[in-house]
């Protein structure tokens, strides 16, 4: 069925507040994903405030085409979909690469069904296996905990080599 003039008035305004409100978005592609693994994908996306929509590839391209986002978008073959972390989020202290990283678990868990295609990180078009690259780096929780690791260790040593020097 076709969308109304209207609706597409609407969805064109919201994709212009994600495209100048969001500092990281995922292009996604999902072939044969049944209901019950798209909700749950909503759901976990959702927890890390990352926001997640099916959107029509003309729309899309035609918002973008017009924002001031730096380099080449990205080939969009297959259905789109755009996971980004919400406005509210990106204006708080959202974890940035949390839509990418939530789009590669599931592309991880859902083999074949999802896949990122690129995205927008930080006001530039980043290609499939950027995105990929930055998917891959641990959660900003996780990166503070290895740094406190780092900072612990040496000090941690220093008084395990004062009890031994102690105990003689």
Do not use: C, W
């Amino acid at each position: 069925m076709a969308i109304t003039k209207e609706k597409k008035k609407d969805i064109v305004s919201s994709l212009k507040k994600v495209a100048e409100g969001s500092k990281s978005l995922v292009f996604v592609t999902f072939k044969g994903l049944p209901v019950k693994d798209a909700s749950e994908l909503r759901r976990t996306l959702k927890k890390e405030n990352v926001a997640y929509s099916v959107t029509k590839k003309t729309l899309l391209k035609k918002v973008f085409s017009e924002s001031d986002i730096k380099g080449d978008m990205p080939d969009l073959p297959g259905e789109l979909a755009l996971a980004y972390l919400s406005v509210e989020a990106s204006s708080s202290d959202g974890d940035i690469i949390a839509p990418a990283k939530g789009i590669y678990d599931f592309q991880k868990k859902l083999e074949g069904k999802v896949s990122i295609m690129g995205g927008v990180f930080d006001g530039e078009y980043k290609s499939k296996e950027e995105m990929l690259s930055i998917a891959s780096i641990p959660s900003l929780h996780v990166l503070r905990g290895m740094f406190v690791n780092i900072i612990n260790s040496p000090v941690q040593r220093f008084a395990i080599a004062l009890g031994q020097i102690a105990s003689k």
